[in-house]
């Protein structure tokens, strides 16, 4: 029986564990990436590894998420990883190159290769080919210490696109379409293998966007074959050496099927707040739109802005609209320049942002209270967008355009003949990306750490008893933004203890952090209830980091999204789900609780009020058990 193309790379990579869907396995990695907001603790943690040097084949620091500036929280950032990327052999992408995942996708995915992200977008990667996963800073930090990546070996469910896109319809509708289909939950312990006489119809920043907003259904990563679309992208980006074809066998297996028929898809949005209730955007037609945003790594790439640019052409923006435009890179920014659409652009009145995460990730761009805003985006959860009373909904750049002209939400084919885009040549300049030092040069490079610059907190081991109390009881597909959210708290990521402090629960209940840190003082070890797909979202490791350093011990949920998943057991937080479901509801919030903890490897008894037991199973595998003793990864090592 033949192969598809996700068991090719993963064979070529398998380090241990067969290839047996949901059973452990780890993999070689051979290229990582980071962002400012989750690197600074990856080359934190990467530096307590005392290696001297990062042993992947490539590895880039990347600053797009903490760019405003209003103190000097993070500028201090940058120089700290300017100065570590010089120091480990890493390749340094300066603030104002961009956005992590379109730089990768331009400058370094190579078809065939596995990339591990501390950024959960990093499946972008999958629009050339790669096996890319995003994961939490100490996995990646592992990853440039040269150990393997240990994850579930996912079932791999083919995606077969049939037929061409309409007009006015685009990739983003492709992956509402899937989201539609499946859910913020649909994709966990799977990988979305896209095949069929459709691909050929989509580019490679096409693709990406696809695998990147892929993320959003919780899979492993989603990936396209390697054909010569992928050769002419690599070859526009003078990197025609890198090319391979890569693609399944014909008579590959898959673990399920799904078929999308591109003539038939239409405009499509995400409601508010989730990516996964997707409706066509003629459901909404004429709700008031107060905002739009189009950027983000989901769909900043020339030809969405150029798209975006064309249909605003000799229009000026709605006069009840604020709208902005993020480019994905430096070299897409230069790229609309070169075309005119940027100078098209500015004529219409668009706001013109840096080429970084910007509004996305609440950095700048918030909507007014109660307004509506429409953005390109990935991510629409509760709180994202810096205020809690507006309503984000995320669409194509087609959709976004037809409503900046009409201020309402508008199905673009309402407006007559979509405009076609010429895709002109990228402008390919490297002089931003700083490349490694010379071993002998970069040992003598001394680390720059400001006052933004917090060293680690301390990891306590597992008690035998773990008692205290459940601080916080929760509903269903909580998002690490719930948890931990960026925004206004961003500049904060280098410094767990006023992070903590600060932002962790913060808009679910502002007390969290100061009851658990009075529990925690006092002997005492908190406990968080959730319901399903607890932690869905970002890669952010600090939703693990900041609960532990507040004395969360254990998270007790019906079930979790992978990479929360392993956040939590890296920083020595039991993950427990409940043997019965239906036990999720006789706890409740402020309840005592206590459970033995000496062994760990089966069925566990919480004490509830010491009057009722609860059976708990472990979400963890047994080779999390001396991790999880030891108070995390780090204390183990
Ligand atoms: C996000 O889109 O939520 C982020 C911000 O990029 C996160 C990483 C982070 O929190 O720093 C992600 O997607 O992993
Ligand atoms: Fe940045 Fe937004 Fe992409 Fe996250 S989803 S990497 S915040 S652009």
Redesign the pocket.
Known sequence: MGENLTQKIIKGHLVSGSMEAGKSISIRIDQTLT?D?TGTMAYLQFEAMGVPRVKTKLSVSYV??NTLQVDYMNPDDHLFLQSIAAKYGIYFSRPGNG???QIHLERFGMPGTTLLGS???TPTGGGVGQIAIGAGGLDVAFAMAGKPFGLKMPEVVNVRLTGKLSPWVSAKDVILELLRRVGVKGGVGKVFEYTGPGIATLSVPERATIT?MG?ETGATTSVFPSDDVTKAWLESQNRTNQFVPLSADNDAMYNDKIEIDLSALVPLLAVDPSPGDVKTVAELSGMKVDQVCV????N?SFRDLAMFAEILKGKVVSPGLSVTV?P?SRSVYQQIEKSGHLSMLIASGVRILEA???P??G?GGAPPSDGVTVRT???NFAGRTGTKSAKAYLVSPEVAAACAITGVMTDPRTLGNAPAIRITSPVVDDRMIIPPLPEDVAKEVKVIRGPNIAPLPEFRPLPETISGEVLLYLGDNITTDHIQP?GKYLPLRSNVPEYARKATFVQVDPTFASRAEALRDSGGYGFIVGGENYGQG?SREHAGLCPMFLGVKSVITKSFARIHLANLINFGILPLTFADPNDYGKIKQGDKVSMKTTDITSELILKVNDRTDIKLKPAYSEKDIPMLKAGGALAMI
């Open positions: 962002q907001a797009d998420h956005i992590c995942h950024d959960s977008h990147n993320a950027g983000s790594c989901t900043s993020s994905g970084t995460c910007g996305c990730i950095q985006f990935n991510r960026a970002s």
